[in-house]
């Protein structure tokens, strides 16, 4: 048997094989659409920095960003501050928690794979459907990859999504779409029609704006065709609300952020994702299964891996490849902690406080709540000034106001109220806006 040749990345015939194999003479050709003044840009760094000044650097931006610890935050938009229990972060900063990577090899990685599993239970029991997984990178994501699970499902290339689903999950979901080439069709929620070549019809639930929309309504609507139902949800709201399988949805998306993890400036965070038990083979991602071993000991391992890393490319659901883990692990963690009870309550003290600040609101002079319907934690408000200016006016107040929702409703801003916002908190919000307002 010949001896092993050392490991040789290319040779000069490999290249000048591959070249010919593309129609080039020469790697500088690969290069050749690629303007010469962008092929090595000069790049100017600052002379490197001692430990100590580095650190000096980091803080001196950081004390930049707005503190929302300190300030009073009434921005949701889809990343929710809500408190979060001591227990939650003294479990998952436990080394064998946070230093655990992969849970491929399951001997080794039991208590990995078994808080997955937990997870994936929770989930089901949250959205009201038969299975869930985990692996997923966040709500966005979750849900484009719910249309490209219905497009396989039904064979067809057409998503009907409601106008009231997050613009930025519609972006999100016309990249994913791009690949396949799925057509993307808008539609208003006083307009509901879908037709039968849409593989599916999408709802945010609560949506965008935070109103509720007739599930029922939707699902009949998109049955009829036999089409599926892909709602995304706010799981808070699951605390008070029916799930979403209640109403026969057949996949329930979702952010999983605001279950025991805090807003850190947009990540990392978690995707939820469960569906009915007929379309486990199509779903994304990874599941973790509970077995018995030879000798009759329980045991959980990786039942389910449709990932490009683990099965033939062709064969694949999804190109994920990163574990959200312990993100999942903290909304396991914090679900755990407050129980069926708990969570209902953090649910309802959202609803009502946001009803009692839109009250008050719309109580000032010159100002109104422009849309009717049933919301959750938030809702829109229109007030005498561009959302600009009364955010300006607030932020000098030491208050952090909503999201300037002006694209969607004339001179619209968004307020989000949680568990963490007590009474003298929202009224000192509503005097701030009467003042705002008149400046």
């Not at 779903?283 to 033939?312: C, K, S, W, Y």
Request: net charge negative.
């Amino acid at each position: 048997m010949a001896a092993p040749s050392p490991y040789i990345p290319s040779t000069e015939d490999d290249r000048r094989a591959m070249l010919a194999t593309v129609g080039l003479d020469s790697v500088a050709d690969l290069f050749a659409e690629i303007p010469a003044a962008l092929r090595n840009p000069r790049i100017v760094l600052p002379e490197p920095l001692s430990e100590m000044e580095l650190k000096r650097e980091l803080a001196a931006l950081a004390a930049q960003n707005t503190n929302t610890d300190s300030a009073l935050c009434f921005l949701g938009a889809g990343s929710y501050q809500h408190f979060v229990p001591a227990v939650v972060r003294a479990l998952v900063s436990r080394g064998e928690f946070a230093t655990a990577y992969t849970p491929y090899q399951p001997e080794v990685s039991q208590g990995t794979l078994q808080a997955t599993y937990e997870f994936q239970s929770l989930v089901c029991q949250l959205t009201g459907m038969e299975v869930a997984n985990s692996g997923m990178y966040d709500g966005a994501t979750a849900l484009a990859e719910a249309a490209l699970m219905s497009a396989r499902i039904t064979g067809r290339q057409r998503v009907v999504v409601l106008e009231g689903v997050s613009s930025a999950y519609r972006e999100v979901l016309a990249t994913y779409a791009s690949g396949p080439d799925l057509v993307i069709d808008p539609i208003a929620p006083d307009a509901l029609s879908v037709d039968e070549g849409a593989a599916c019809l999408v709802v945010q639930h609560p949506n965008f704006l935070g109103y509720l929309e007739d599930l029922r309504r939707c699902a009949d609507a998109a049955h009829a065709v036999g089409a599926l139902l892909v709602v995304s949800v706010d799981p808070i709201s699951l605390g008070l609300l029916r799930p979403p399988g209640h109403y026969g949805a057949d996949i329930v998306v979702g952010e999983g952020q605001a279950l025991g993890n805090p807003t850190s400036f947009g990540g990392p965070y978690m995707g939820l994702f469960a569906c009915r038990q007929e379309h486990l083979r199509q779903m994304p991602g990874r599941i973790a299964g509970r077995t018995l071993d030879a000798e009759g000991n329980p045991g959980f391992v990786l039942t389910l891996q449709t990932r490009e890393q683990h099965i033939r490319r062709e064969r694949a659901t999804s190109n994920i490849c990163t574990s959200e883990q312990l993100v999942g692990l903290a909304c396991t963690i914090y679900l755990a902690a407050l129980g069926r009870t708990g969570l209902r309550d953090v649910a309802a003290l959202c609803y009502q406080k946001a009803h009692y600040a839109a009250a008050r609101i719309a109580a000032l002079p010159g100002w109104r709540l422009p849309i009717e319907g049933i919301f959750f934690q938030e809702f829109v408000a229109v007030g005498p000034r561009p959302p600009a200016e009364i955010n300006a006016a607030l932020l000098r107040q030491g208050i952090v106001g909503g999201l300037d929702v002006s694209d969607q409703v004339a001179n619209g801003i968004l307020l989000c109220f949680s568990e963490m916002h007590r009474k003298q908190d929202i009224d000192r919000l509503v005097a701030a806006l009467a003042a705002a307002g008149g400046e």
